[in-house]
C-alpha cells in the first residue's frame, strides 16, 4: 500500500505583516516586503503579509500586477475576502482580515505581528486579539505597531484640526496597545507626541506621556542588496529607455502634489543643464495628468519623458543610471515627507547626486550626502542641476560613495533586528 501523506509541518516561528500591500504604490509597501524577507533569513520559517482585496484598493495609486516582483518561496500572501455583502457598506474588508488574523492568531504558533500604518492596521489587529481572549485563548502573539507618515501628518492631525478628538484617541488607543510601538523617523515621533499633546488637553489622557516612553524609532527596512545593479542591467535598462548614463535628471515617485515634481519641471527649465541632461519622471499619481500638461506647456517639454510603468527591478537602474535624483519634497496639509524611502533606494544604487529639501524625516534619511534646496523653490533646483553638471567624475563617485556608506544602516536585515531585538 502507498504511504500516506505525511503530516504538515508545523510551523515553529511566525512573522504576520498587516498592511497595504503591492501593487499599492508607496514606499511601506515595499517595506513590507523587505520585512517579509529579512524575517526568512533570521529564521521565521512562517511569514505572511495580510493585506486588501485588489478591489479595495482601486482609488489608490498602483503599478501594473505584472510589473510587481514575486515573493521569495516562504512568504505567503493573503488578501482575506470581504465580509458581507452591499448591506454592509464600509467594513467589510476590515472585517476579512480581522477574521483572518483570529484563525492565525489561534494556530498556537509563537507570532510576532506587525502593523504598517495605524489606519486602520493596528485596530485590526488589536480587535482580532480581543476576539481571540472573548474564544478562551491566550494566543502567544507579540504585536508591534510602526506608525508612518499619513498615520499621523494626515490621519490623526487632521482629526485633531476638525476636533473629532474620539477618532484621534482610537487611533493613539490602538497604537499603544501594542507590545512594541515605533516610528518611521524622529520627525514622525515628535509628530506624535505634538498630536498626543493635543488630545491629551481635551480628553484629559496622558497619551503623550506614554509616547514619550514608549514611542521607539524603527526606519524602514530597504532591500541594500538590490543597490549598485551591474553594469549589464543598467546598460539594458537605459537602452531599452533610450536613456545614456550620467545623461538625464530623475525623479521617480508618486506623483502627488507633495512631491513638487511642479518646482522640478519649472527649475528643470530654468537650468542650463536641461541642453545637456533629460528630465525623466517615473511614477504615477493624482497628479499625473496635471503634470503631463505642466511640462508640455515649457519651452524644454520635448526634452523631458513621463514613464508610468517602471518595475521594482527596472528603478535599481534608472537610478543608478542618472546623473542626479531630484525630490523637491514641500509639506502639505494633508502629508509630510516622514523619512524618505526612495532618497534612501537611490543612495544604495549609486548614480549621481540627490537633490532634495530638508522637510519632515528627509534629513534623517539623507544624512549630510545630498544637496539640499528650499522647498518650492524652482531656482534652487535650477542651480542644483547646474551644480550635478560641473562635477568631475571623481568628485561624483566620492559623493556616491558616501551616500552609500550612510544608506547601508537602513539596510533591511539590520532594521528587522533591531525592530526585534529583546522580544
Given at each position: 500500500m502507498p504511504n500516506p501523506d505525511p503530516a504538515p509541518v508545523r510551523p515553529t516561528r511566525r512573522l504576520v505583516i498587516v498592511v497595504r500591500a503591492d501593487p499599492v504604490i508607496c514606499g511601506h509597501s515595499g517595506e513590507a516586503r523587505n520585512l517579509a524577507e529579512a524575517a526568512l533569513l533570521a529564521g521565521f520559517d512562517d511569514v505572511r503579509i495580510v493585506t486588501w482585496p485588489l478591489e479595495a484598493i482601486q482609488q489608490l495609486p498602483r503599478k501594473p500586477l505584472h510589473s510587481v516582483l514575486p515573493y521569495s518561496p516562504g512568504i505567503v500572501v493573503e488578501r482575506p475576502a470581504p465580509v458581507g455583502d452591499y448591506k454592509v457598506p464600509d467594513g467589510r474588508f476590515t472585517a476579512g482580515m480581522v477574521g483572518r488574523l483570529v484563525e492565525l492568531f489561534c494556530e498556537d504558533v509563537p507570532t510576532v505581528c506587525v502593523s504598517l500604518y495605524l489606519t486602520p492596521h493596528a485596530s485590526v489587529v488589536m480587535?482580532?486579539?480581543?476576539?481571540?481572549?472573548?474564544?478562551?485563548?491566550?494566543?502567544?502573539?507579540?504585536?508591534?505597531?510602526?506608525?508612518?507618515?499619513?498615520?499621523?501628518?494626515?490621519?490623526?492631525?487632521?482629526?485633531?484640526?476638525?476636533?473629532?478628538?474620539?477618532?484621534?484617541?482610537?487611533?493613539?488607543?490602538?497604537?499603544?496597545?501594542?507590545?512594541?510601538?515605533?516610528?518611521?523617523?524622529?520627525?514622525?515621533?515628535?509628530?506624535?507626541?505634538?498630536?498626543?499633546?493635543?488630545?491629551?488637553?481635551?480628553?484629559?489622557?496622558?497619551?503623550?506621556?506614554?509616547?514619550?516612553?514608549?514611542?521607539?524609532?524603527?526606519?524602514?527596512?530597504?532591500?541594500?542588496?538590490?543597490?549598485?545593479?551591474?553594469?549589464?542591467?543598467?546598460?539594458?535598462?537605459?537602452?531599452?529607455?533610450?536613456?545614456?548614463?550620467?545623461?538625464?535628471?530623475?525623479?521617480?515617485?508618486?506623483?502627488?502634489?507633495?512631491?513638487?515634481?511642479?518646482?522640478?519641471?519649472?527649475?528643470?527649465?530654468?537650468?542650463?543643464?536641461?541642453?545637456?541632461?533629460?528630465?525623466?519622471?517615473?511614477?504615477?499619481?493624482?497628479?499625473?495628468?496635471?503634470?503631463?500638461?505642466?511640462?508640455?506647456?515649457?519651452?524644454?517639454?520635448?526634452?523631458?519623458?513621463?514613464?508610468?510603468?517602471?518595475?521594482?527591478?527596472?528603478?535599481?537602474?534608472?537610478?543608478?543610471?542618472?546623473?542626479?535624483?531630484?525630490?523637491?519634497?514641500?509639506?502639505?496639509?494633508?502629508?509630510?515627507?516622514?523619512?524618505g524611502i526612495s532618497l534612501v533606494e537611490k543612495m544604495l544604487a549609486g548614480g549621481g547626486p540627490v537633490i532634495t529639501t530638508a522637510t519632515g524625516g528627509i534629513p534623517e534619511a539623507v544624512g549630510d550626502t545630498a544637496i539640499v534646496i528650499p522647498v518650492s523653490d524652482p531656482d534652487a533646483i535650477a542651480a542644483g542641476l547646474d551644480e550635478v553638471v560641473a562635477l568631475d567624475d571623481a568628485e561624483r563617485r566620492a559623493r556616491a560613495d558616501k551616500a552609500r556608506s550612510h544608506a547601508m544602516q537602513f539596510d533591511r536585515t539590520r532594521v528587522f533586528e533591531r525592530l526585534l531585538a529583546g522580544l
Amino acid at each position: 500500500m502507498p504511504n500516506p501523506d505525511p503530516a504538515p509541518v508545523r510551523p515553529t516561528r511566525r512573522l504576520v505583516i498587516v498592511v497595504r500591500a503591492d501593487p499599492v504604490i508607496c514606499g511601506h509597501s515595499g517595506e513590507a516586503r523587505n520585512l517579509a524577507e529579512a524575517a526568512l533569513l533570521a529564521g521565521f520559517d512562517d511569514v505572511r503579509i495580510v493585506t486588501w482585496p485588489l478591489e479595495a484598493i482601486q482609488q489608490l495609486p498602483r503599478k501594473p500586477l505584472h510589473s510587481v516582483l514575486p515573493y521569495s518561496p516562504g512568504i505567503v500572501v493573503e488578501r482575506p475576502a470581504p465580509v458581507g455583502d452591499y448591506k454592509v457598506p464600509d467594513g467589510r474588508f476590515t472585517a476579512g482580515m480581522v477574521g483572518r488574523l483570529v484563525e492565525l492568531f489561534c494556530e498556537d504558533v509563537p507570532t510576532v505581528c506587525v502593523s504598517l500604518y495605524l489606519t486602520p492596521h493596528a485596530s485590526v489587529v488589536m480587535e482580532a486579539l480581543s476576539v481571540c481572549r472573548a474564544l478562551g485563548r491566550d494566543p502567544d502573539v507579540t504585536t508591534i505597531a510602526e506608525a508612518v507618515g499619513s498615520d499621523i501628518t494626515n490621519v490623526v492631525r487632521s482629526c485633531v484640526e476638525e476636533g473629532r478628538f474620539g477618532a484621534a484617541a482610537h487611533v493613539f488607543a490602538s497604537y499603544l496597545g501594542h507590545d512594541r510601538c515605533v516610528a518611521v523617523s524622529e520627525y514622525t515621533r515628535g509628530c506624535i507626541i505634538d498630536a498626543a499633546e493635543q488630545v491629551d488637553a481635551t480628553w484629559g489622557t496622558s497619551f503623550a506621556a506614554t509616547c514619550r516612553e514608549r514611542v521607539g524609532i524603527s526606519y524602514p527596512a530597504i532591500d541594500a542588496g538590490s543597490g549598485e545593479p551591474d553594469e549589464a542591467a543598467v546598460g539594458a535598462t537605459l537602452a531599452l529607455r533610450g536613456l545614456e548614463r550620467d545623461g538625464y535628471v530623475l525623479f521617480l515617485s508618486r506623483l502627488s502634489p507633495e512631491k513638487g515634481v511642479d518646482d522640478l519641471i519649472e527649475g528643470y527649465a530654468r537650468s542650463a543643464a536641461h541642453s545637456e541632461l533629460r528630465l525623466v519622471i517615473a511614477g504615477t499619481g493624482p497628479a499625473l495628468d496635471e503634470m503631463r500638461a505642466r511640462a508640455a506647456a515649457t519651452a524644454v517639454g520635448g526634452r523631458i519623458t513621463f514613464l508610468d510603468d517602471v518595475d521594482d527591478a527596472e528603478k535599481w537602474s534608472l537610478m543608478a543610471g542618472c546623473a542626479a535624483f531630484v525630490l523637491p519634497s514641500k509639506p502639505k496639509p494633508e502629508f509630510v515627507e516622514t523619512f524618505g524611502i526612495s532618497l534612501v533606494e537611490k543612495m544604495l544604487a549609486g548614480g549621481g547626486p540627490v537633490i532634495t529639501t530638508a522637510t519632515g524625516g528627509i534629513p534623517e534619511a539623507v544624512g549630510d550626502t545630498a544637496i539640499v534646496i528650499p522647498v518650492s523653490d524652482p531656482d534652487a533646483i535650477a542651480a542644483g542641476l547646474d551644480e550635478v553638471v560641473a562635477l568631475d567624475d571623481a568628485e561624483r563617485r566620492a559623493r556616491a560613495d558616501k551616500a552609500r556608506s550612510h544608506a547601508m544602516q537602513f539596510d533591511r536585515t539590520r532594521v528587522f533586528e533591531r525592530l526585534l531585538a529583546g522580544l
